[in-house]
C-alpha cells in the first residue's frame, strides 16, 4: 500500500483485511456485469502482482473499458469479488471516492481543466494540499511522468496550451500526486504521435517498477514493447492470460491466434 496519503493511510490502517495473498494487488474473481439488459462482463477471473506491467487486450467491444471502469467503480452493479490490497472493494475504507484514488484511472482522450499545469497536477488533493502542496510533489509526479522538463519553466500557465501528447502525460502526473496503488490506462496513446507514444511507454515502464499497471492497448506492437502479462479478452470474457513472451509467440487458444492474425475474432 502507498503510505504517501495520510487520510487513507488512517482508514486503511483500522480495515479488517480479507484473506491475504502475498505479492498481489488486485484479485478479482468471477466478476460479472449486465448492462441494458445485456451481460457484458462474464466471469472475469484475474490478479495483478505488486508490480509490473499488464496488457489488456482484444477487439473492438470486447468489454476492456467496461472491466477497467468496473474495477474503479464507474459501475456499482458488477457481482463477484474484488480485492484491492486484500481488502474487499466493496468495504473500502473511505468509501469509493478513496478507493478511485487508489486505482487511478487514465483515459483515452486526456481531459485537463481549465486551469494552470500546476493546478491540473494538485486538483484531486484536498484544498489544504492544494493551497499548499507537499514539498517535490509537483516536480516529482511531472518528472514520473516524464513531462517536467517540457513545462518546468511554465508551471503558471494553462493546461491548455500543451500539446494532446503533452496533456495525456499531465493525466498520468495528476492521477500520481494522489498516489495511487495502481493505474489503469485506457488506450492512453491511442491518437498521439510516436514521440509522445514513446514518452508515455517510457513514463510507464518506469512506474511498473513500483506499481501494478492495467493498460488496455490495441497497439500490438506497443503490447510487445511494453511485455509483462497479458491479458486477452473476447466477448466479455477472459480467454487467456499468459506472459507477453508467450502469448505473442505460442498463443494457446485459437481465439487469440485469430485476433493476433486479424485483430477480431468471432466469439461473439
Ligand atoms: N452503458 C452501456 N450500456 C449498454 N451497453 C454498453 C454500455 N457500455 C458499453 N456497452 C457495451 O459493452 C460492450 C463492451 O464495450 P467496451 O467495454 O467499450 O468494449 P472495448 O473497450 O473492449 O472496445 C459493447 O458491446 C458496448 O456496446
Ligand atoms: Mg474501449
Redesign the pocket.
Same mark, same amino acid.
Given at each position: 500500500m502507498n503510505t504517501k496519503r495520510k487520510t487513507s493511510d488512517m482508514l486503511v490502517a483500522t480495515a479488517q483485511p480479507a484473506t491475504t495473498t502475498d505479492g498481489v494487488s488486485l484479485q478479482v474473481s468471477g466478476l460479472k456485469l449486465s448492462?441494458?439488459g @445485456?451481460n457484458?462482463l462474464r466471469d472475469i477471473s484475474f490478479s495483478l502482482r505488486e508490480h509490473g506491467i499488464n496488457i489488456l487486450i +482484444?477487439?473492438? +467491444?470486447? +468489454? @476492456?473499458?467496461?472491466?477497467l471502469r468496473c474495477l474503479n467503480q464507474l459501475h456499482a452493479d458488477w457481482q463477484g469479488e474484488m480485492l484491492i490490497m486484500n481488502h474487499h472493494a466493496r468495504q473500502w475504507p473511505g468509501g469509493t471516492d478513496a478507493l478511485r484514488h487508489q486505482m487511478g484511472l487514465i483515459a483515452q482522450k486526456p481531459a485537463v481543466f481549465p486551469c494552470s499545469i500546476e493546478k491540473n497536477v494538485t486538483f484531486g488533493l484536498s484544498s489544504r494540499e492544494r493551497k499548499h502542496p507537499p514539498a517535490g510533489l509537483i516536480e516529482r509526479v511531472l518528472r514520473q511522468a516524464v513531462l517536467w522538463d517540457e513545462v518546468k519553466d511554465r508551471l503558471h500557465e494553462s493546461a491548455a496550451i500543451l500539446s494532446i501528447g503533452q496533456q495525456q502525460r499531465l493525466c498520468i502526473a495528476r492521477a500520481l500526486a494522489l498516489s495511487p496503488s495502481m493505474l489503469l490506462l485506457d488506450e492512453p496513446t491511442a491518437s498521439l504521435d510516436p514521440r509522445s507514444k514513446q514518452l508515455i511507454e517510457a513514463s510507464l515502464s518506469q512506474l511498473a517498477e513500483t506499481m501494478p499497471l492495467l493498460c488496455?492497448t490495441h497497439d500490438i506492437e506497443q503490447a510487445q514493447r511494453l511485455g509483462g502479462q497479458i491479458i486477452f479478452?473476447c466477448d +466479455?470474457r477472459i480467454i487467456e492470460i499468459a506472459s507477453a513472451d508467450t502469448f505473442f509467440t505460442r498463443p494457446e487458444r485459437l481465439e487469440a491466434r485469430e485476433f493476433l492474425r486479424w485483430s477480431t475474432c468471432d466469439c461473439s
Open positions: 448492462l441494458g @445485456k457484458i +482484444g477487439p473492438s +467491444g470486447a +468489454g @476492456k473499458s467496461t472491466l488496455v479478452m +466479455g
